[in-house]
């Protein structure tokens, strides 16, 4: 069983900087995805990234400004935000996946002056 908790989320003003982090549980495969999703108020999840491997991949929307990194040693990936904007507000979830995917909990970054 593997267990994701995010952490990181809070207040920040626009244009500022956020980084988050995931900690994951269990059997845990530095080959298998781990990356981020994130809600918006009334709107469908929205894949950002993943990295699996060496390999990391984002939704154009956020390249520049979003990178995802991941400490293997740790089980942990992170996503720092860069140059936020009150758009990005949302629930961000991390996720892991091996054949299924598990997910956090989620962590609630707000941009707003």
């Known amino acids: 069983q593997v267990q994701l908790v995010e952490s990181g989320g809070g207040l920040v003003q626009p244009g500022g900087s956020l980084r988050l982090s995931c900690a994951a549980s269990?059997?845990?495969?530095?080959?298998?995805?781990m990356g981020w999703y994130r809600q918006a108020p009334g709107k469908q999840r929205e894949f950002l990234g993943r990295?699996?491997?060496?390999?990391?991949n984002y939704v154009d929307s956020v390249k520049g400004r979003f990178t995802i990194s991941r400490d293997n040693a740790k089980n942990t990936v992170y996503l720092q935000m860069n140059s936020l904007k009150p758009e990005d507000t949302a629930v961000y979830y991390c996720?892991?996946?091996?054949?299924?995917?598990?997910w956090g909990k989620g962590t609630l970054v707000t941009v707003s002056s």
């Open positions: 996720f892991y996946s091996a054949g299924m995917t598990y």
């Open positions: 269990g059997s845990i495969s530095s080959l298998n995805s």
């Open positions: 990295k699996t491997g060496d390999i990391t």
